[in-house]
């Protein structure tokens, strides 16, 4: 079972296609582009806290009290990734990210929403401030970014989610995949009305 | 897998059990007699197993030698062969647990000598 995050992350970035991938092109458009993000980043940080905050379900995982610190964290992380390197720490913090959202209660699906929300305000904001051409090469590079920050965030979570489930009960991962895998027929024939012919 | 077959029949009639399975470490079945899910018995008797060594390392125990769930029913008995391989018999109510421990023992020994 592996936990070391530096490991874990090498094995889930393999999973990402190349053509999907960060290249150096991207890296020097996103870094080039840091002042851009800087002088949105209020905008992207009350967008995002103001939709969290407009829905129940979503405002419930806040403590009160909570969202300046989060305001905090979120421009931070939009600093540190824009201005980064991209290199292996970097999208280890990202895997790490999944566990703290599993103490948070921060389950994917609103994880997901929410980077499509920021996406949409960045690539937005490029078009409306940017040459064309130039917001083109910034939303190519900061949707692959995305893409990739959600694939490890999301793998992390689950993942991370069924190491606990396994170290607290001492299933292995392959029996619990196992367990999982004697329902899962059940679960599909108890929603068969939505399966495609 | 015949040998394993006249194991585990043996064994429903020396104790006069109702099922039996043998699991793997991972919840498949190697061997079943009776079980109307196979898969799902055998991934849960590997997953007690492994749930009851984990429960016993809190109390720095070595590993759990065998369950016992008693039933109005009767017994059930879930019990190691080796670090790969657990015994899994389900016992009607009029089964007496000392002989149940007794032919598992035999069982599990001989199934070993299988493994060989």
């Known amino acids: 079972m592996e936990t070391d995050l530096m490991v874990l992350t090498e094995k889930l970035l393999e999973h990402i296609p190349e053509n999907l991938r960060l290249k150096d092109i991207d890296i020097k458009v996103l870094n080039d582009h840091l002042d851009f993000f800087l002088s949105k980043a209020d905008i992207i940080v009350k967008d995002f806290y103001d939709t969290l905050f407009s829905n129940e379900a979503t405002r ?12 905090k964290s979120l421009a931070e992380w939009v600093v540190k990734t824009i201005g980064g390197k991209f290199d292996k720490d970097y999208w280890a913090w990202q895997t790490f990210v999944g566990i703290l959202h599993i103490k948070r209660k921060v389950t994917n699906d609103y994880m997901l ?3 499509h929300r920021i996406s949409d ?15 083109a090469a910034l939303k190519t590079a900061w949707l692959k970014l995305a893409g990739i920050v959600l694939s490890l965030i999301s793998e992390s979570y689950h993942y991370f989610y069924l190491v606990a489930i396994s170290q607290t009960t001492g299933i292995k991962l392959n029996l619990l995949d196992n367990l999982v895998r004697v329902e899962v027929d059940n679960l599909l ?3 068969k009305k939505y399966r495609l012919t | 897998m015949k040998n394993l077959d006249a194991i585990l029949q043996e064994l429903l009639m020396n104790t006069d ?14 061997a079943a007699i009776n079980t109307k899910d196979d898969n799902r018995i055998a991934a849960l008797t590997a997953s007690l197993q492994s749930m009851t060594d984990r429960f016993v390392e809190n109390f720095n125990r070595d590993k759990s030698k065998q369950i016992i769930v008693e039933t109005e029913q009767g017994y059930i008995t879930i019990k190691r062969v080796n670090d790969n391989l657990v015994l899994m018999l389900l016992s009607g109510e009029n089964a007496k647990l000392g002989m149940i421990l007794l032919y598992v023992d035999d069982a599990i020994k001989r199934i070993n000598e299988v493994f060989v």
Request: hydrophobic fraction near 45%; proline fraction near 6%.
């Open chain 1, 113 to 115: 929403i929410m980077m």
């Open chain 1, 189 to 191: 024939e108890a929603n």
């Open chain 1, 60 to 71: 419930k995982v806040f403590h009160e009290g909570e969202r300046p610190i989060r305001e």
């Open chain 1, 121 to 135: 305000l960045v690539i937005g904001e490029a078009y409306k401030d940017l040459p064309a051409e130039e917001a």
């Open chain 2, 17 to 30: 059990s109702e099922a039996v399975v043998l699991a793997n470490s991972d919840g498949l079945p190697l």
